[in-house]
């Protein structure tokens, strides 16, 4: 399991994952080599998982984010693996997450601004096979907080 060397890499790594092993070391109290040790665990245990680069969406011409709700149609059945292909192939898609209530879908969308969010929902996401009812969500504003790092002691 992990302890509390681990929690406060990961907090580092969370904050900036472009650092070197050196520097997480120095900010954690260990050596470059141990450091590199605990994160070779860390990834042998899954619990670190790739890298990501983050994109500035606005600074690309990307301004407006929206969150669909989208429920499939009942008639007609389509599979949920053709519908989540489909979706995915969308370059505005952002995230397909597939969850229960209301809607069977959560999808969230970037777009230049609002004229090209109703483009991509009236040519892209209403014309896909077993569509039902959407509904829309634009994002005001938007808060990263740590998520389950905030839990660990």
């Known amino acids: 399991m992990i302890d509390a060397i681990d929690i406060a890499l990961l907090k580092v790594l969370h904050q900036d994952a472009s650092q070197g092993t050196a520097d997480l070391g120095r900010a954690v109290g260990m050596s470059q080599p141990a450091t590199w040790r605990r994160l070779?665990?860390?990834?042998?245990a899954g619990i670190?998982?790739?890298a990501r680069l983050e994109l500035d969406e606005k600074a690309l011409g990307f301004g407006v984010t929206v969150f669909l709700g989208i429920k499939l149609a009942t008639r007609g059945r389509v599979s949920l693996e053709d519908f989540e292909r489909a979706i995915s192939a969308i370059?505005?898609?952002?995230?397909?997450?597939?969850v229960l209530g209301l809607y069977d879908y959560r999808v969230r969308i970037?777009?230049?601004?609002?004229?090209?969010?109703?483009?991509i929902l009236r040519r892209r996401i209403m014309t896909l096979p077993g569509v039902g009812d959407i509904e829309s969500n634009v994002l005001l504003s938007e808060e990263v907080r740590e998520g389950?790092?905030?839990n660990l002691a």
Request: aromatic share 4%; proline share 7%.
């Open 40 to 44: 070779k665990k860390l990834r042998a």
């Open 48 to 50: 670190l998982k790739g």
């Open 91 to 98: 370059p505005e898609v952002q995230r397909v997450d597939h």
């Open 110 to 119: 970037t777009a230049r601004d609002i004229a090209d969010f109703e483009r």
């Open 148 to 150: 389950p790092l905030g």
